[in-house]
Nanobody
Framework: QVQLVESGGGLVQAGGSLRLSCAAS????????MGWYRQAPGKQRELVAR???????NNADSVKGRFTISRDNAKNTVYLQMNSLKPEDTARYSC?????????WGEGTLVTVSS
């Protein structure tokens, strides 16, 4: 069994920064891609950023230049540094880890950006 636990969410003013972390534990052999999705109330879930095991990244256009994804393979942890936050970034952020064709998910952490 694999568990993913996110941390780092909270309330921040517009223009501020937050850093999310997601640590995977359990029966882990080799994690392929890790990443972050978010879902705001009344909106569809969207991919925010993802990173391969070799460090290649993809970011959503809405966060390019503001968010940076990184990972520590030794710790099975993925990070999301979020700068210049906007009220429209308010959402529940969930991390995932792809292993052997299966996506494992965390429960998510809430990010609220006030104007």
């Amino acid at each position: 069994q694999v568990q993913l636990v996110e941390s780092g969410g909270g309330l921040v003013q517009a223009g501020g920064s937050l850093r999310l972390s997601c640590a995977a534990s359990g029966n882990i052999f080799s994690i392929n891609t890790m990443g972050w999705y978010r879902q705001a109330p009344g909106k569809q879930r969207e991919l925010v950023a993802r990173i391969s095991s070799s460090g290649n990244t993809n970011n959503a256009d809405s966060v390019k230049g503001r968010f940076t994804i990184s990972r520590d393979n030794a710790k099975n942890t993925v990070y999301l540094q979020m700068n210049s936050l906007k009220p429209e970034d308010t959402a529940r952020y969930s991390c995932y880890a792809l292993m052997y064709g299966v996506n494992y998910w965390g429960e998510g952490t809430l990010v609220t950006v006030s104007s």
